[in-house]
Nanobody, 121 residues
Framework: QVQLAESGGGLVQAGGSLRLSCAASGRIFSINVMGWYRQAPGKQRELVATITSGGTINYADSVKGRFTISRDNAKNTVYLQMNMLKPEDTAVYYC???????????????WGQGTLVTVSS
């Protein structure tokens, strides 16, 4: 009943910027935590950044100072501004929403389909 739609991935040169967006739909009252994870080829999925409805933010050490996460609670949308991109940032980026309250009940966790970010050297 809850779906996440990601957008904004693509190909960029090292040092460039991209902005990812993820909008949740499905008659939602509130979402506790929204975030971004990524999975590079041959590696496990890892945390990039999360943000709570109250604005508490957590970043992976590898992206601190370069990436900025934000959200619009009224639109149930989370953003990831990625600056100073490096080739090692190349991965499929997944949106995640946790503790989603809807008219149908509460969902513990929902994932988006992923969007590919490729950073060329």
């Amino acid at each position: 009943q809850v779906q996440l739609a990601e957008s904004g991935g693509g190909l960029v040169q090292a040092g460039g910027s991209l902005r990812l967006s993820c909008a949740a739909s499905g008659r939602i009252f509130s979402i506790n935590v929204m975030g971004w994870y990524r999975q590079a080829p041959g590696k496990q999925r890892e945390l990039v950044a999360t943000i709570t409805s109250g604005g508490t933010i957590n970043y992976a050490d590898s992206v601190k100072g370069r990436f900025t996460i934000s959200r619009d609670n009224a639109k149930n949308t989370v953003y990831l501004q990625m600056n100073m991109l490096k080739p090692e940032d190349t991965a499929v980026y997944y949106c995640n929403a946790d503790r989603i309250a809807t008219v149908y009940g509460t969902y513990s966790e929902v994932w988006g389909q992923g969007t590919l970010v490729t950073v060329s050297s």
